[in-house]
């Protein structure tokens, strides 16, 4: 157990006993317990292997390398569409977590195989973004908007289509776009300062 980790523990407001249980079958596997992003991350020499977080409704073991697991009780759970190497178990109370607690030290002692072997996810290439109509116009329409932004990293012009394609009406997809015209122009990313 590593003491810059304990206070997470021991102030964390909802699922304690989930996610000390987790706590325990994991550091039975041998990691190294850190605390990164804020939540406690578990590697195996300088690799992250697995990580303990919360949400509303559940306590989660993410795999950072879940989509290379042997998912054999199919417990494995892709967060998002978009989320292309990690995986989560999730939990909503100690009872299941006791109950899989041999399966739990299966899939993280073959997360560490994993490590070993120096494995790494193949990425995905990126597809072509299709932006919505009410940005197409705007770069249409604005030839130095639409070089800053093609000039924008790709991961930061994802960022700006998922946020303009979410809304379902053409009204707040606009909306949207405009508010972000003069961040795009000035060079910087939907969540930069």
Do not use: C, H, Y
């Given at each position: 157990m590593n003491p810059k980790v304990d206070f997470y523990f021991s102030t964390a407001k909802?699922?304690?006993k989930e996610i000390e249980q987790l706590r325990m079958i994991v550091l039975d596997c041998g990691l190294t317990e850190e605390l990164k992003w804020g939540v406690p991350c578990y590697l195996f020499g300088k690799s992250n292997t697995v990580l303990i977080h919360v949400f509303k409704e559940y306590c989660a073991?993410?795999?950072f390398k879940g989509a290379l697991l042997?998912?054999?009780?199919?417990i494995l759970i892709q967060q998002t569409e978009n989320v292309?190497?990690?995986?989560q178990i999730r939990f909503?109370?100690?009872?299941?977590?006791?109950?899989i607690k041999p399966t739990l030290k299966a899939y993280i002692n073959e997360a560490i195989e994993l490590e070993k072997a120096g494995l790494k996810v193949v990425f995905k290439k990126s597809t072509a973004l299709q932006f919505p109509e009410e940005f197409q116009?705007?770069?249409?329409?604005n030839s130095a908007l639409k070089?800053?932004?093609?000039?924008?990293?790709?991961?930061r012009q994802r960022a700006y289509n998922l946020y303009f394609s979410a809304p379902k009406?053409?009204?707040?997809?606009?909306?949207?776009?405009?508010k972000c015209i003069e961040q795009i122009i000035n060079g910087k990313g939907l969540n930069d300062e």
């Open positions: 909802k699922w304690q073991l993410l795999f042997n998912d054999a009780n199919g292309q190497a990690a995986r909503t109370n100690v009872r299941e977590i006791v109950k116009t705007k770069l249409t329409e070089t800053v932004f093609n000039a924008l990293t790709a991961g009406q053409s009204k707040t997809r606009a909306a949207r776009v405009e």
